[in-house]
């Protein structure tokens, strides 16, 4: 692969320093900002997050801070899915739609108070977009990107080391709920959360100067669970069917197509962007559906840059998104975007690099 | 540096394959594509910029295309320059801001008919943002990103290589304007436009297939020229006083800190988006203004990856956003976006990884 070059048009994150101590060897861009890709033993880092905990720099997930007398209004009106029940310290996940209903991210909604929310995003540009719309509509909300930078504990064992550091209270914690606590004068803002299914935590730091710090803090309280460093795993995160948005999806997307239906609510009200259109696919059914796909064969394939066609009976019905090869499975295994008139059990074929591969549709997720 | 992990949600250009095959060394992302960054020798690439033809894969220039019956209003509701006066086969140079006047963009417009218009773009997204107004206000255009890629000619002699593959009509194109042309059946657009100040063409690729057809038939016309491969040269770009959006903006930059006052014409209709805010800066006179800033020493400093604080009398009086070693006047120039109570002339310190270096401030362009 090829070097990436410096550029002050891409960030550093609060963690930068600590990965590159760790060893990282790779990264991507997210949100204008690097992301950790790896530490130069990817099958020991894929098992450590199922067996045991590991410590990942997602100081990408940026947040667009909603504040004001009108910012429960804007977090509705961006979001079609019914947030009046939302308390105070609680997270929802939500398919920020544009005005055609194609999902333009999917982040977690934070409730901090009634006049306070933070979008957690996904690798595109929420903050001019909600600028957008609150400016048009003549909103009485400050939108920013605040000085906040998640680092994630994840895996099996990440409650103990979560407990050690915070204390037992954190075992309580529900799925996507969150609470202001501080370490070593540290401000944070700990949820219940995380880019895959195997448990854990995202530490919102709030002071981007003590990222090394808190990295420290955690990384030596997590040393009895043999704590080490990751980041989140494509192997892991495809097995357990989490939607990576702008790579499973394109520009003309839509909720239900990406198994996000149920966190859609038609009734919202008709100032919600996009909720128009959403009612229109909804009630013709959606073009595409997301499943899952099993390429025969036993030998691991590279992970891709690029989407495949997916054909049967030479004819184009969808794409594989994203592919990995399956630690569990043993098998190369992906995410097809592909027709609502193929379904899981078919047989499929896959155009890869001139090659055709046959492969077998499946139910989402793998695990 | 690191490497730069495979990823879908970061998209190859037309003209991927065949930099691979010139021995393109890095990349950087840009509008969530691969941009090459060099191709193993920068002090060659650079003279041949100056005093040659280089050839440049700049398809992460993304087109947002508007057609329909509103196009043309869309076009100017987005841009605080007095459009009016734009032809067909005309670009112009705007600066897109949002509602706060704040500088959200600055790609060069294209006016290819009246109701078809292209922004061809910096570093953000821009296509979120032109739906999300069009769709508030009600507007009856299509948006879309065309499969539109640029490849640059540049340098004193692209020229000659330009007219060799189109002939001699292309050396009477005046600067921006642009007309559709077609090659051995590869459609595009030739504009004379190009993010160096030597000089030179952008062929618009029309037809993402054709990447490497199009490189090639360029290549070897260049021959006689002694053609190279190259990218957008920090090194040529700061001493040509060009911008760069992103890495010398913040996300509170107005046009007249960044000398583009001249593009900003104010009595531009009010439903243009941030006008108002626009006006007022002017009245109340922007806080910051942007100069040339140049180091103490004759040692070469590397590229950066941050802002660093410039300092005078102890106290920081604004930020180096970019930097880099002259290679023609043999010391390490850069922009600083400073408050305008400096000057031209006027001594400062940059604090730089705990270090303080002497620098002295400029007007701009070095060249």
Known sequence: MFE??????????PFFEATVKEGVTGFYPYNQMLMPTGFGDPEAEYWRLL??????????????????????????????RDLTKCAEGQGKYVALCNHAGTVINDP????????????????????????AIAAER??????????????????????????????????????FWFREVEIEGIPLMLARSGWSKQ????????????GTDLWNI????????DIGPGNPNSCERIESGLLSWGGDTDDGTNPFEVRMGRYVDLDVPDDVV?????????????ARHQLGIVLDGDAPQPSHATWYDILQNGRKVG?????????????NIGFALISQACSPGESVELAKDGNQISAKLTDLPYF
């Open 199 to 210: 448990g854990g935590f995202e530490l919102y730091l709030m002071d981007g100067t003590r």
């Open 51 to 80: 067996n045991g905990v590991s410590l990942w720099d997602v100081g990408v997930e940026r947040q667009v801070e909603l504040t004001g007398r009108d910012a429960a209004r804007l977090a509705q009106i961006l979001s079609p």
């Open 138 to 175: 003549g909103l009485d909300v400050t939108i920013v990107e605040p000085d906040v930078s998640p680092l994630a504990v994840q895996g099996p064992k990440a409650e103990d080391v979560v407990a050690a550091v915070f204390g037992d209270w954190v075992r309580e914690l529900k799925y």
């Open 4 to 13: 990436i070059s410096p550029t002050t048009r891409l960030r550093r994150s």
């Open 274 to 286: 996009g909720i128009g259109a959403l009612r229109r696919i909804k009630a013709e059914g959606p």
């Open 218 to 225: 955690v990384r030596e309280a997590g040393s009895p669970w």
């Open 108 to 131: 977690i909604l934070l409730k901090l108070d009634d006049r306070r929310f933070w979008f957690s995003i996904a690798d595109s540009n929420i903050l001019f977009w909600s600028r």
């Open 319 to 331: 794409d594989m998104t994203n592919g990995v090869w399956s630690r569990r499975l043993e098998r």
